[in-house]
């Protein structure tokens, strides 16, 4: 076999092997990971790290599309009374000197997408044991770590490459299968006639039927309904029926706009299987963003909204279906829904 048919044939097993990429979401000890359909994961420190975050993020593929931050306080919160952090990270307590020229610095964030400068970073911390300021509050345990960036490799298949972090090997960069091709969910109509008033009014009256002859909890003066235009002939239709301490379980139909009202209940179901098995989603907390023309649903795992599951449908003309899933399993008040970890995306 002569070399370009060879290399003609790996590169379409490559292909056909990046077809699909099954979102991952693991934690090993302090270090959590998450990558999406598009195999771009994302590995952070958790645990009791009073507010001192290492974030890497890598994409798929040959090129070397990786980002390594250090953040005291997140992008919304900073420990204003710390100092600069930059020339006071310590490695077991041994200080950290870092090529700056190779960094964007601020007082309180530290970020590259040098790739020798991420290298660099990485194998001086990789078998150490934590990260600290010598001044002011912070720990990253780097417990955990070694076993994530192995995970990144094995799930972008850089096991054996030059571009993996951790078994490195002689394989060429162009050895890495791509990302999968993006899949597109398609609006029908994005612009659909607005509902009249006499359909609006219709709808409600027939969305307070449906919720008064549902079988739900949620107190009768918390219950609401919602009406929405999907296309020139369908509409969305939303009320509440169970309640939590902070979240609210919603029922939906996709229903005609025209009377005799023809209603189907909608059932979300995950195209992949998510850490907790279950792959049918409650509308919990429902809403619709009239703007995007997307279902959104956000599930809190907690009050203060800093762990969770957040989704995003659109409706192709026959079911609602998956856009964005977005969870974040650690409730450690560093993310809010909006940069939870993402393990499906799609045009």
């Given at each position: 076999?002569?070399?370009?048919?060879?290399?003609?044939?790996?590169?379409l097993?490559?292909i056909?092997?990046?077809?699909?990429?099954?979102?991952?979401?693991?934690?090993?000890s302090?270090?959590?990971?998450?990558?999406?359909?598009q195999?771009?994961?994302?590995?952070?420190?958790?645990?009791?790290h009073?507010?001192l975050?290492?974030?890497?993020?890598?994409?798929a593929g040959a090129?070397?599309?990786?980002t390594?931050?250090?953040?005291?306080?997140?992008?919304?919160?900073?420990?204003?009374?710390?100092p600069p952090?930059?020339?006071q990270?310590?490695v077991?307590?041994?200080?950290?000197?870092?090529?700056?020229?190779k960094?964007?610095?601020?007082?309180?964030?530290?970020?590259?997408?040098?790739?020798d400068?991420i290298?660099s970073?990485?194998d001086?911390?990789?078998?150490?044991?934590?990260?600290?300021?010598?001044?002011?509050p912070g720990t990253?345990?780097?417990?955990?770590l070694?076993a994530?960036?192995?995970f990144i490799?094995s799930?972008?298949?850089?096991?054996?490459?030059?571009t993996a972090?951790?078994?490195?090997g002689?394989?060429?960069?162009?050895s890495?299968p791509?990302?999968?091709?993006?899949?597109?969910?398609a609006?029908?109509?994005?612009?659909p006639?607005?509902?009249?008033?006499?359909?609006?009014?219709d709808?409600l009256?027939y969305?307070?039927w449906?919720?008064?002859?549902s079988?739900?909890s949620?107190?009768?003066?918390?219950r609401?309904?919602?009406?929405?235009?999907?296309?020139?002939?369908?509409?969305?239709l939303?009320?509440g029926?169970e309640?939590g301490a902070y979240?609210?379980v919603?029922?939906?139909?996709?229903?005609?706009?025209?009377?005799?009202?023809?209603?189907?209940?909608?059932r979300?179901k995950?195209?992949?299987t998510p850490?907790?098995?279950?792959?049918?989603?409650e509308?919990?907390?429902?809403?619709?963003?009239e703007t995007?023309?997307e279902l959104t649903?956000?599930?809190k795992?907690?009050?203060?909204?800093d762990?969770g599951?957040?989704?995003?449908?659109?409706?192709?003309?026959?079911?609602?279906?998956?856009v964005?899933y977005?969870?974040?399993?650690t409730?450690?008040?560093w993310?809010?829904?909006?940069?939870w970890?993402?393990l499906?995306?799609t045009?």
């Open positions: 076999m002569s070399l370009r048919i060879k290399s003609l044939f790996l590169f097993i490559f056909a092997s990046s077809v699909f990429a099954a979102p991952a979401q693991k934690s090993f302090d270090w959590q990971v998450t990558c999406n359909n195999n771009f994961c994302a590995a952070r420190n958790t645990g009791l009073k507010g975050v290492m974030t890497l993020t890598r994409s090129h070397t599309d990786a390594l931050r250090i953040d005291l306080g997140n992008m919304t919160t900073t420990e204003v009374k710390s952090i930059a020339q990270i310590l077991d307590g041994e200080p950290l000197t870092l090529d700056l020229a960094w964007q610095v601020t007082p309180h964030h530290l970020k590259t997408g040098d790739a400068a290298n970073f990485l001086k911390v990789v078998n150490a044991g934590v990260i600290t300021l010598a001044q002011g990253i345990s780097l417990t955990g070694k994530s960036l192995l490799d799930q972008q298949q850089r096991v054996g490459s030059e972090w951790i078994k490195k002689d394989d060429p960069p162009l890495v791509p990302a999968p091709a993006l899949k597109e969910v609006l029908t109509n994005p612009t006639t607005p509902l009249t008033q006499t359909e609006l009014n709808l009256d969305g307070s449906r919720m008064n002859n079988q739900c949620l107190d009768p003066a918390r609401e309904v919602r009406v929405f235009a999907l296309s020139d002939d369908k509409a969305l939303m009320t029926c309640a979240n609210i919603d029922l939906a139909w996709v229903v005609s706009r025209q009377k005799p009202f023809v209603a189907r209940q909608i979300l995950l195209p992949f850490g907790s098995g279950n792959t049918e989603l509308l919990m907390n429902a809403g619709y963003d995007n023309k649903t956000l599930a795992g907690r009050g203060i909204g762990c599951v957040a989704t995003r449908w659109r409706f192709d003309g026959q079911r609602f279906r998956l964005r977005a969870e974040e399993p409730c450690d008040e993310n809010s829904n909006a940069s970890p993402t499906w995306v045009k």
